[in-house]
């Protein structure tokens, strides 16, 4: 990005950023049951890629070019930070171990889940 930063405004790379989100969360909401790895998701992976990229390096040269050099490394601390933030306090793992405790008791899983969840996380290999 800091490459064709200089030759390309921001904005438009923000925009372009954008549309890779925006190609992301249609591709995954719009998916078929059943649907094709390289037609769905792959796609979808790469316009994410694309957006997060994108939009983090863009804030992140837009920030720190509009403070003084003496102030630049305390700009970037805070943006370099935010996201590993966000990614260790997920309680996604936390999520993922109680599922699989409701799966092997059948009353509790019956009662907390749809019919359809269940039936695809049996499914899967553990």
Known sequence: MGYILHIILGTYLVLFSCLGWIAAALLFALMPFGASYWAYILPAMIGATV???????????????????ARQGLAGAPITTLPYLGN??????LLTSSMRRCLDDASLAASLAPPLLLELMRSRPR
């Open 51 to 69: 957006g997060v990229d994108a939009t983090f390096n863009v804030a992140n040269i837009f920030i720190t070019t509009n403070l003084s050099a």
């Open 88 to 93: 260790d306090n997920s309680p996604l793992p």
